[in-house]
């Protein structure tokens, strides 16, 4: 079965995450689009993972859902995005470090320091909770 306690505490953070950050951005004036584009590989994971294990109840062992057509099509989904989305986090991850250090030389870009260091962590948590959740046979 999945992650089921860190795959909610991601939830419950991200959800709070993706809220602070616009408000930040407004604050600071920062271009929105930027800021949607930061939080866009950890958006990704919530919104894929809550719709294969909340909405539709899946799980990330073969075994659990052996009887269940449904629940064989949801598995073999999540088996096919499952290492898309690991890949997508790590990447995303480290360009959040290589815009954080980007962003640390320049004095007026450093109102981007907070979103940058942010989002390198909140993809670090997605790496994490897409990696503990492997499919399994």
């Not at 995450?17 to 930061?38: F, I």
């Not at 009887?67 to 790590?90: H, I, K, N, Y």
Request: aromatic share 14%; charged share 10%.
């Amino acid at each position: 079965m999945e992650n089921r306690t860190l795959f909610v505490a991601y939830l419950v953070v991200w959800m709070p995450y993706v809220v602070g950050l616009h408000g930040y951005g407004r604050w600071k004036r920062l271009g929105q689009g930027a800021v949607a584009l930061s939080h866009a590989a950890p958006s990704l994971v919530a919104i894929t993972m809550a719709y294969i294990f909340l909405i539709g109840h899946g799980a990330t062992v073969r075994q659990f859902v052996a009887g269940s057509e449904q629940g064989m099509d949801v598995w073999s989904r999540w088996v096919g995005l499952w290492p898309l989305l690991l890949l997508a986090t790590f990447a995303a991850g480290v360009a959040h470090a290589v815009w954080m250090l980007a962003v640390s030389l320049k004095r007026e870009s450093r109102t981007w320091i907070p979103v940058a260091l942010t989002g390198a962590a909140m993809c670090a948590f997605s790496f994490l909770t897409v990696m503990t959740n492997f499919p399994d046979a």
